[in-house]
């Protein structure tokens, strides 16, 4: 325990000194199921702790190793796990299947992709650890379903008790034959650990005559099948014909499984953070692989650019032009994280930043305006003008030149539209303005957007711009 108080002691330094606390206090005082896939907004609202801190204080703890990252894809149906990954590099281009919802699915970084937490062992060993060691119904809570579902403690009980008609442990190489019930209704034989499901619909009239079912488990992801079957007895038998052992159980597609499902809370995406500035810090090596490319349906991109700056370095001289873009490039970058946002890149005097929705973005743009008033006011001139564009579309998260980026038509437009401010001007386009979000922050701040058409370079069409003077 020495090396992990000095692991503390490092993190105290490294990040905010309530979040550091907490995390300390999770580690050596929750119980085991806490430590596992946590979910990192639901552990800010339940801290009372700032969402983005706690985000910046994981990310640190888990470079210190005092966590392992994983990046769980999940299936937007029921929220179960289809495949973790230690890192996006693994993330596959072709689609991950959900034998429980019987659907596939290409994964979007958008909301398909989640960022959870588990300690690592060398800090403290928890039962998650071991998988198959764990109890079936803890398999199926902590390894099956992701940090997304709410699992409320009186609905998994109504799960587990009203809804499962029969459940088994089977080890490697065993088979199993269990005498069932059937009920009017559609039932799920579903296997977590080799992710299979075979569906039975019942219905009809009752039978008193004994049917029969056979199920075999194997390294095989068989598409999900559907057995037509009518009420009454039925001899299931179930054979593990895989390496390790499996847990299948019976339930009833019934109120107690949906209303379960139906249980979301929010989780960390990959989207979110890869739009993270402290993980863009400190991970820098560790995002995609040069041949990736990963959809994003929407994401926000903010440009700026520094207005004359060719003639201010000859007005005022190297050096205290040099002085004035960096204090700029400084007040511009603390915006930029302060609003939830992170820098993609800077391209001489111009800032290429990516936020999750467009109202930080717009947050961000209207805080540069104030910081480059006020740092010309205290010089008494006005040398520091930007440029602010901003737009919202789908893109492809790439890596460019050693370093995570992003590539499209969202990207070249927001970029264009950048190019047609002037005098400290801001032009955005329509799916920003169209935000309620972002009209609520214009309303509050008696802004109003003036619409025009422009053609940018590049691209076909004119599009419809608001300017925010």
Not at 156 to 163: N, V, Y
């Amino acid at each position: 325990m020495a090396e992990t108080g000095a692991l503390f002691a490092v993190l105290r330094q490294t990040t905010d000194p309530e979040v550091a606390a907490a995390i300390q206090q999770l580690i050596e005082k929750g119980e085991d199921r806490d430590l596992n896939r946590i979910n990192l907004l639901d552990f800010a609202a339940r801290s009372g702790l700032d969402e983005e801190r706690v985000i910046a204080g994981f990310l640190h703890a888990s470079r210190l190793g005092l966590f392992d990252l994983s990046w769980n894809v999940l299936c937007p149906g029921c929220s179960g796990v289809l495949d973790a990954h230690t890192t996006l590099k693994s993330l596959r281009h072709e689609d991950y299947v959900c034998a429980l919802c019987a659907a596939g699915y290409e994964a979007s970084v958008d909301e398909m992709v989640e960022v959870a937490f588990t300690v690592s062992p060398r800090v403290r060993r928890i039962a998650a650890h071991d998988p198959n060691t764990l109890p079936l119904w803890e398999y199926i809570r902590q390894i099956f379903w992701s940090s997304g579902i709410d699992l409320d403690e009186a609905a998994f009980l109504r799960l587990r008790d009203e809804a499962t008609l029969e459940s088994i442990e089977l080890p490697a190489g065993e088979k199993a034959v269990l005498s069932l019930q059937l009920p009017n209704q559609f039932i799920i034989v579903f296997e977590p650990v080799t992710h299979s499901a075979q569906f039975l619909a019942v219905s009809g009239e009752p039978t008193r005559e004994r049917q029969q079912l056979s199920i075999v488990f194997n390294k095989l992801h068989a598409p999900t099948g559907t057995t037509e079957l009518r009420p009454g007895p039925l001899r299931l038998t179930l054979e593990n014909q895989s390496e390790l052992r499996v847990l299948p159980a019976v339930w009833v597609a019934g109120d107690a499984l949906h209303e379960m499902l139906g249980k979301r809370k929010p989780i960390l995406t990959a989207k979110r953070m890869l739009t993270n500035q402290t993980f863009r810090d400190v991970y820098k090596a560790d995002n995609l692989n040069i041949d990736q490319r990963l959809k994003i349906t929407s994401l926000t991109f903010l440009f700026t650019d520094l207005k004359g700056s060719t003639a201010l370095y000859e007005r005022v001289g190297d050096l205290a032009a040099f002085d004035l873009v960096r204090a700029h490039f400084h007040a511009l970058l603390e915006i930029i994280s302060a609003e939830k946002g992170a820098v993609v890149k800077t391209i001489g005097d111009a800032v290429m930043a990516t936020f999750v929705k467009p109202e930080h973005a717009l947050a961000a743009g209207l805080r540069m305006r104030a910081a480059m008033d006020k740092l010309n006011k205290e010089r008494g001139r006005e040398d520091l003008i930007i440029k602010v564009g901003i737009h919202e579309g789908p893109c492809l998260a790439v890596m460019l030149n050693e370093r995570q980026d992003y590539f499209g038509q969202t990207v070249n437009i927001a970029a264009r539209v950048q190019g047609l401010s002037v005098s400290h001007a801001m032009h955005v386009t329509g799916p920003v303005i169209e935000s309620p979000a972002v009209a609520d922050i214009l309303h509050k701040a008696s802004i109003a957007p003036i619409q025009k058409e422009a053609a940018l370079r590049g691209i076909a069409d004119k599009i419809v711009v608001y300017e925010i003077p």
